[in-house]
Nanobody, 126 residues
């Protein structure tokens, strides 16, 4: 079992920045991957970014490329999501997700992840 603990989020004006953190505890495999998804009211959960620990391959949704950066922390099994140039459309609950055996072709699908954090609200005011 893997537990995910998120931190960060909050209220920021458009153009501002926020950083989300997610720490995974429990035993992780060599094919471990962690990612971020978001869900706005009335919308489906959508992919934001992900990183595969084996090889450190990184993936982004087109809507956040150039503005968001996912990275691994020095602590084992920790990832960050640095969000810059935030827009009101980025307002959502952001969820950290992880999986032990995810494959690249499904890394942007929320159905491919077995473990989820509790979610943290990000609100961007105009």
């Amino acid at each position: 079992q893997v537990q995910l603990e998120e931190s960060g989020g909050g209220l920021v004006q458009a153009g501002g920045s926020l950083r989300l953190s997610c720490a995974a505890s429990g035993r992780t495999s060599s094919n471990f991957a962690m990612g971020w998804f978001r869900q706005a009211p009335g919308k489906e959960r959508e992919f934001v970014a992900a990183i595969r620990f084996n090889g450190n391959r990184i993936f982004y949704a087109d809507s956040v490329k150039g503005r968001f950066t996912i990275s691994r922390g020095n602590a084992k099994d920790t990832v960050y999501l640095q969000m810059n140039s935030l827009k009101p459309d980025d307002t959502a609950v952001y969820y950290c997700a992880a999986d032990q055996t995810i494959i690249q072709s499904t890394i942007a699908s929320h159905r491919a992840y077995d473990y989820w954090g509790q979610g943290t609200q990000v609100t961007v005011s105009s």
